[in-house]
């Protein structure tokens, strides 16, 4: 049964901290995209790879925030530094072209 | 940008009564309009999905219609029953060559009453 994983499950961390979320997409899938999910916001798109290469990333805070596929295996999500209002639960999902997203289970945030 | 409102946020209704909810887009060349549950504290899963080139689609209690003159598509579920709670998310996307990127509403959140 193949699953995307996402690492850690759950982070607490201080505010200023330096916090990495990795994604592994389901092999043999191309796309890759990373959602922030608030209880305000619903499903927020941060950033979006095909292939590995970043298509959108508009949707992300530059400043302190990067996305990076080093290989087709690894996604991740850097926040540099954390804000409180960064907490919230991070999706990674992945598809083929035809746009179907399959999601990991999250990676629940807390900066406090 | 690409935008997708969808109504509404809420919607509580009686174990066996149908439910609707609807989404609008605003990218006219969007071609790909999936439906996705999540079940409090998990991952949001497919329900189900259509492409622009047919109007409806149905599997078992759940349709969805699309009409892409007014740029909207609805999610129906029929013969609701307790295990259909959940939050429901419509997305659009345009299929295809560099594009693809899925963009999802704010949520409906259903409750069937028993």
């Known amino acids: 049964d193949a699953r995307v994983t996402q690492t850690p499950r759950h982070k607490v961390t201080e505010m200023g901290q330096e916090v990495t979320m990795r994604c592994q997409p389901i092999l043999g899938h191309n796309t890759v995209f990373w959602y922030r999910q608030t209880m305000m916001q619903g499903l927020e798109l941060l950033a979006y790879?095909?292939?590995?290469?970043?298509?959108?990333d508009s949707g992300m805070p530059k400043d302190r925030f990067s996305a990076e596929m080093p290989d087709a295996t690894l996604a991740t999500l850097k926040i540099q530094p954390s804000e409180p209002r960064d907490s919230a639960v991070y999706f990674c999902a992945s598809g083929l072209v035809q746009a179907e997203a399959f999601f990991g289970q999250g990676t629940r945030l807390t900066v406090v | 940008g690409e935008n997708v409102e969808q109504h509404p946020s809420t919607l509580s209704v009686q174990e066996g009564d149908s439910a609707v909810i609807k989404c609008t887009y605003s990218d006219s060349a969007s071609n790909y309009f999936p439906w996705y549950k999540q079940e409090l504290g998990k991952r949001p899963q497919l329900i189900i999905d259509i492409r622009s080139n047919v109007g409806e689609k149905k599997d078992q209690r759940i349709a969805v219609t699309l009409n892409k003159t007014a740029k909207h598509f609805s999610l129906h579920i029929t013969e609701t029953q307790p295990e259909d709670s959940a939050v429901y998310f419509c997305a659009a996307s345009k299929v295809g060559g560099n594009t693809g990127k899925l963009i999802f509403g704010q949520g409906t959140t259903l409750q069937v009453k028993p």
């Open positions: 790879f095909r292939n590995r290469a970043p298509l959108d």
